[in-house]
């Protein structure tokens, strides 16, 4: 999928309003990841990937091609270079966020599979006729429900 332009400053401001419309994307994800609600982000995941999807494609062809946007005016070009410069600083904010995400995620599943094998290494019974589980040391299947 690529854009519909017809001259360098239509580009410039389908690249404009598709850049601003990224970067409003990935500033509520962040916000859903900040306030510990992934499950909110991941409700604009879809949009997200095809606009950056689009961004990346028209983004490699006007860096490859840059007489697509040079004929555009000066001050439109100078909105985009802003617009750009505010999506790569959300764009370092979401990673963070992420990669925090991820960070929490990765402990909470760390500290229940712990917990399961904790369970499963008790002896059954009392006294001096306890014994071992007979799955003692298996592996244990984790089923995580989405919403939680």
Do not use: W
């Not at 689009?54 to 000066?74: V, W």
Request: hydrophobic residues 45%.
């Amino acid at each position: 999928m690529a854009l519909a332009a017809h001259d360098a400053a239509e580009r410039v401001d389908q690249m404009l309003i598709l850049t601003e419309r990224l970067t409003e994307i990935m500033a509520r994800q962040c916000e859903c990841f900040e306030a510990h609600r992934p499950q909110d982000a991941a409700n604009l995941m879809d949009e997200a990937a095809r606009l950056a999807n689009l961004y990346r494609h028209e983004s490699t062809r006007i860096r490859a091609d840059t007489g697509l946007i040079e004929e555009a005016p000066i001050d439109q070009r100078r909105r985009l270079a802003k617009a750009t410069e505010a999506f790569d600083v959300v764009l370092g904010r979401h990673g963070r966020a992420l990669t925090a995400a991820k960070f929490v995620t990765e402990g909470l599943v760390r500290t229940i599979a712990e917990e399961v094998a904790s369970q499963r290494d008790q002896l059954a019974g009392y006294g001096p006729t306890a014994r071992a589980p007979v799955a003692a040391g298996g592996a244990t299947a984790i089923a995580l429900n989405r919403r939680a």
